[in-house]
């Protein structure tokens, strides 16, 4: 007899997972297969956020900046450490401690809220019916009320640039390395690409970053993309923008890089190559033809937006469907679904995802930049208050960048909020939340902010919408 569930998930990511907790919490008897295996050869739960993504990531981001801020800015305290050394293997083995901490934690969550966890593959077939294939086993029908997909994504391959796994490598490989290249290219300048240049630049390599796009941080504020493209420079990064890669080629470990910009054809040699263009949706073997999932031609499973795919009680979420590629997207997403499938009211507001860049200084931002407010025709205003003003940023140090506030003319309502600067991913939360509540720039200037501390700029930028900066000159 086939075994029976409420819920499958296929895919245990931070869609997954998620998913499945909040469906048992309802009472549900929920399974989530997954087959992720580490490099070590084991099988983790977690998905590329935890094993290969925002994890790790930002474990090297924290190495990496202690490592820099040791070297250049202790001194400054009037701290003096003699030489300082990077341990890469020591770097390296705590990276992975955290990750097998928390993988093994969503192994420890499952078994705490009753959700089967079932390692190997999971196929969607008709009728609700999977397919599951344990690792070490043979193939067996699993029966399912409910079905949902959260497959993620995998990086996307260039076809002149093909990964090698040693020298032309994806960002997976590019947070394992063992030992620091001397000379690192980057495709891409996005978030991925910029945050592993900083881990390998602030650790010796000499880092460059070639974007086909001629704007820096497209997606960005201008104003924020324009502080933090100057700091990246001065930090040494080399960021060349309209730089179009035609080929990559491997001659004895050496990567030749050629790419053409405005100034016509260009190459550099580079010790390691990280192809950081992106991410497609990852649906490969996840449903049969006849299930009835349709996917986009971009290779998104369709969905509406509540999730649902256009087969009956079948839902997919996470990185496999539209939106932001984000953790806490998908995430939302799962909790959505599972409230769904529970009977329960259930939404997310798609306007209100922040987005986060770990380097130094952090990028973060929620709501609209100031071109698409300006775009939409709304009448609007700004107010900002740069870290150079902050009490707190100084005493840290760290007095790179500013906070800005878009609001509406007429009303007040706050229509985004862009950061630069130190902990702006920790800074971004009282915005998010703004936003939420649909807050006026007068809600957050009457808030009582703690003194001293970074978030002061958030408060300040705010006043300083209506002129009404305290601690900075209104212009
Ligand atoms: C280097 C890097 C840094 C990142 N940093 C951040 C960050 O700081 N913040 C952030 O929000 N996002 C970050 N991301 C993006 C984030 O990792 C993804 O948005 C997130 O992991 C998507 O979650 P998901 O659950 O949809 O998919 P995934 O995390 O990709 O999980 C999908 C899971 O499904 C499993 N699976 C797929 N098909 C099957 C099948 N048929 N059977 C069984 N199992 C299957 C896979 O093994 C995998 O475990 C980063 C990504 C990278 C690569």
């Not at 919490?25 to 983790?44: M, P, S, V």
């Not at 969607?124 to 294939?133: G, K, S």
């Amino acid at each position: 007899m086939s075994k029976k569930y409420d819920v499958v998930v296929i895919g245990a990511g931070p869609a997954g997972y998620i998913a499945a907790i909040r469906a048992a919490q309802h009472g549900l008897k929920t399974a989530c297969i997954d087959e992720w295996q580490n490099r070590d050869g084991k099988y983790a739960f977690g998905g590329t956020c935890l094993n290969a993504g925002c994890i790790p990531s930002k474990a090297l981001l924290e190495s990496s900046e202690l490592y820099h801020r040791a070297q250049h800015e202790f001194k400054k305290h009037g701290i003096s450490t003699g030489d300082v050394n990077m341990d890469i293997a020591g770097m390296q083995k705590r990276r992975a401690g955290i990750v097998r901490q928390l993988t093994g934690g969503i192994a420890g969550l499952f078994k705490a809220n009753k959700v089967d966890g079932l390692v190997g593959h999971g196929k969607l077939l008709t009728d609700r019916q999977v397919e599951f294939t344990p690792v070490d086993g043979e193939p067996e029908i699993i029966d399912a009320k409910h079905v949902i997909l959260a497959s993620g994504s995998a990086p996307i391959e260039l076809p002149f640039a093909k990964f090698d796994g040693v020298d032309i490598v994806d960002s997976w490989d590019a947070l394992e390395f063992d030992a620091i290249p001397e000379r690192m290219g980057v495709i891409g300048a996005g978030v991925i690409g910029l945050e592993l240049g900083s881990v390998w630049a602030r650790l010796g390599s000499k880092v460059t970053i070639l974007e086909a796009m001629g704007d820096f941080l497209f997606m960005a504020d201008r104003d924020v993309a324009s502080v933090a493209g100057k700091d990246f420079k001065k930090q040494g990064l080399d960021i060349r923008l309209g730089a179009k890669v035609t080929s990559a080629t491997v001659t004895d470990g050496v990567v030749t890089v050629a790419y053409d910009d405005a100034q016509g054809s260009q190459r550099i040699e580079v010790d390691k190559l990280v192809v950081a263009v992106g991410r497609r949706p990852y649906t490969d073997g996840l449903f049969s033809e006849d299930s009835g999932i349709a996917t986009d031609g971009r290779g998104f499973i369709e969905v509406d937006d509540e999730c649902r795919t256009r087969v009956k009680e079948v839902y997919a979420i996470g990185d496999c469907v539209r939106g932001p590629m984000l953790a806490h997207k998908g995430s939302e997403e799962g909790v959505m679904v599972a409230d769904l499938i529970a009977g329960e009211l259930a939404e997310v507001n798609y306007n209100v995802i922040p987005s986060v860049i770990y380097t130094a200084p952090e990028i973060a931002w929620v709501g609209k930049t100031e071109a698409e407010v300006q775009q939409s025709g709304r009448p609007y205003k700004t107010g900002s208050f740069p870290f150079a003003a902050s009490g707190r940023a100084k005493a840290m140090e760290q007095t790179t960048g500013m906070v800005k506030v878009i609001a509406a003319e007429d009303d007040d309502e706050i229509l985004g909020v862009h950061i630069v600067g130190p902990m702006a991913g920790e800074l971004i939360g009282e915005a998010v939340l703004a936003l939420e509540f649909s807050a006026s720039t007068e809600d957050i200037q009457r808030t009582i902010h703690a003194h001293p501390s970074l978030s002061e700029a958030v408060h300040e930028a705010a006043l300083a919408a209506d002129k009404r900066a305290l601690n900075y000159m209104n212009r």
